[in-house]
């Protein structure tokens, strides 16, 4: 062999993402406030904790300086790589954000939509060096023979390019997206397609949220790639993790977000709490807030006898918002909650409950008061709120679910399943939950938790640590 054991680093397992654990604020004063990470990918890998004695490479995110936030952080497992801003926003913003999740989650809207010309090749390029920034981390902080695990769209030349820079590795990929069919994962140039998937077959294995997801990665790699070559495919249904959301769920700051939201939300004319419907998202083009919008506008409009008896409980908390389309869709979802309110809104009920400040307590005061949860995204990986909804209810929840989401394949059978694209389907389901007597309720949730916890997050990782190094 040509390596040179001398120059090897220490750690025998390594996790690396785009987004870490925390991100950081600069404040006036030149110090750090720390903040965790949103999505699937922080709420499956926090589980981990430091303890498990994993080193996370991830990207310093800050919205100050970058260096700072590398050099200054003390995180213990963690190790955060000052990529150049520039370099950050094509790969992040352009490529990972704009492209790849776009096609993945076939967001285009094809007669404008994609457009690959001049700029999005600078992105590509800069896609690339933010890709072998984490290659030539992991490749120096790797010990011989360690097991590397590489997370999401964000990272799909690393396992390539490691591979080349260290051959003794076991290196794993997982991705917390769908998988685009061919026929749409090929509107992406040629080279840009093979390079994604010859990069992803540099792992020894790869990871999805389910089975429909590998199999479409498979067809493209087949179709496309010549195959999959030595490369295994695994599916790792991520579950929630129900001992810490119910123990941090019982914190006395949800019990005050509690409080405060049945005043906001106020009573029905009978005296009793006013039914609610909850929704709890990042402002995410895929997770169909707008069509969720007008599909309580339906109810409201088919079923005059809610009419001050519910209140639609909507969390969107903004995201990517240094993309345009991902502002105008935040404006949009502010522009349709406002319109139903003023339409059907009295002195006495306001319709829709819209909150677009991110606040984990108050996700979770939302979670128990819940008497439907709306998980009705358009194209999700797994979506954990369908799965953490019936854990954290406090009386049982009926679960109103997208079969487009990966959480389908495993929760179909209890809850109320919704092409999401049928606002009329959807809008008889929000009536079907809302008439769910609460004993089937309360049943339905506790076989809903069983699914959702089936896999949780640490066993998740083990499960995929194990079969690498197997
Ligand atoms: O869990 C899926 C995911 O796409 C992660 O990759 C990502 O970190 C998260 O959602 C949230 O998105 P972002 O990191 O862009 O805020």
Redesign the pocket.
Do not use: F, P
């Given at each position: 062999s040509t390596h040179v054991t001398s120059a090897r680093g220490a750690a025998q397992v390594l996790v690396a993402?785009?987004?870490g654990p925390v991100s950081y604020a600069v404040q006036e004063d030149g110090s750090l406030r720390a903040k965790r990470?949103?999505?699937?990918?922080?709420?499956?890998l926090s589980a981990i904790g430091p303890d498990a004695g994993a080193l996370w490479v991830c990207s310093a995110l800050s919205d100050g300086d970058r260096e700072a936030v590398a050099r200054g952080v003390g995180e213990d497992g963690v190790r955060m790589l000052p990529i150049p801003a520039e370099v950050h926003a094509d790969a992040?913003n352009g490529v990972?954000?704009s492209v790849l999740?776009f096609v993945h989650h076939m967001l285009y809207q094809t007669p404008l939509e994609p457009v690959f010309d001049a700029g999005f090749w600078r992105q590509w390029e800069n896609y690339g060096r933010y890709n072998r920034a984490f290659a030539e981390a992991l490749a120096d902080e790797a010990a011989e023979g360690a097991a590397v695990l590489v997370?999401?769209?964000?990272l799909t030349l690393v396992p390539g390019l490691l591979r080349k820079l260290r051959p003794d590795l076991r290196i794993g990929h997982f991705s917390?997206?769908p998988w685009a069919p061919v026929d749409y994962f090929r509107m992406l140039p040629d080279r840009v397609a093979t390079e994604v998937l010859e990069g992803m077959l540099g792992a020894d294995r790869l990871g999805f949220l389910t089975r429909r997801w590998a199999d479409a990665f498979t067809a493209c790699a087949t179709k496309l790639a010549g195959g999959l070559g030595g490369t295994q495919v695994g599916v790792h249904g991520l579950g929630a993790d129900a001992e810490f959301l119910r123990a941090r769920s019982h914190e006395p700051d949800v019990e005050e977000r509690i409080e405060a939201l049945r005043a906001e939300i106020g009573p029905a004319p009978s005296g009793e709490p006013r039914r609610t419907i909850v929704r709890v998202d990042?402002t995410?083009l895929s997770k169909n807030i707008v069509r969720g919008l007008l599909a309580y506008r339906q109810l409201l409009a088919d079923h005059p006898e809610w009419h001050e008896r519910v209140a639609h409980v909507a969390f969107a908390y903004p995201?990517?918002q240094d993309l345009a389309v991902y502002r105008d869709y935040t404006a949009e979802v502010q522009r349709v909650a406002d319109g139903i309110n003023a339409e059907y809104g009295t002195p006495t009920w306001t319709p829709v409950v819209l909150h677009v400040k991110d606040d984990f307590a108050r996700s979770l005061a939302a979670y128990r008061i819940a008497d439907v949860a709306l998980v009705n995204p358009v194209r999700d990986?797994?979506n954990l709120v369908a799965k953490e909804v019936p854990i954290v209810s406090d009386e049982g929840c009926a679960l109103v679910l997208s079969r487009e989401a990966g959480a389908h394949e495993e929760l179909a059978e209890d809850a109320l399943v919704v092409n999401p694209y049928d606002i009329l389907d959807t809008a008889q389901a929000l009536h079907t939950a809302l008439l769910m007597p609460q004993p089937e309720r309360a049943e339905r949730s506790k076989r809903l938790s069983a699914a959702a916890t089936a896999l949780p997050p640490k066993q998740w990782f083990l499960d995929q640590l194990n079969a690498l190094t197997a």
């Open positions: 993402s785009n987004r990470g949103g999505g699937g990918l922080v709420s499956g992040y990972a954000n999740w997370q999401d769209y964000h917390h997206t990042r995410e995201s990517r990986g797994m």
